[in-house]
């Protein structure tokens, strides 16, 4: 059972997790997080410091279970395998679709962190992008070795930007489909709310990366 001082500190961090994701970093002030949260300016300087340090701590809170869980899953795979390569669609189910299963799952974040991200990793404040790097570096240096295993003949440059892709893709697709509207008056076909879920948007969206992994390499001039 939660402390009331663990939890006020989750109260503020679910408060500022679903303001970031629905205002913006920049848009968001103490004054609507301690509004959300219930609580005042002291008890957020309290467990936090700061509006900076509590970002950090928003994202760290959901991307350490991530990656931990990430790397878990590569190194399941990689012990059945036996020493063999692995299939691409295994790893980028492994990347790629461990976080969309998150979306399913409401005590990681569910779809209020995994549209939170998808915005952020789009142009994140500087310090936000310094914590991508660190919470990443080892996650991303395991899955492009992977990766260059599984996909010999296809150059170590171009597999890389392909991963690169791979990334904007996602986090354009999980930041919803708002954004698809943003840009176009297209509009995407529900005949039932389950057209929308983590489910579908998975299917949809491991066609597509995988289809961008094996497509034919580039020919310049």
Known sequence: MDTPRNDTRQRILDAAEHLFMAHGYDATSMRLITGEAGVNLAAVNYHFGSKEALAQQVFKRRLDWLNTERLRVL???EARAKGKPLRPSQIVDAFFGTLLRMAADEDR???TFLRLLGRT???????IGALFAEEYADVVERYKAALFRALPDVPREEIIWRFHFMLGATSYAIAGTDALQLVTDWKTKKKKDSDSSAAYLQARLMSFL???LRAPLPQFD
Request: no cysteine; net charge negative; aromatic share 6%.
């Open 109 to 111: 974040g569910g779809q």
């Open 210 to 212: 995988l289809g961008g």
């Open 75 to 77: 190194d399941d795979l």
């Open 121 to 127: 990793m789009g142009g994140p404040a500087g310090f």
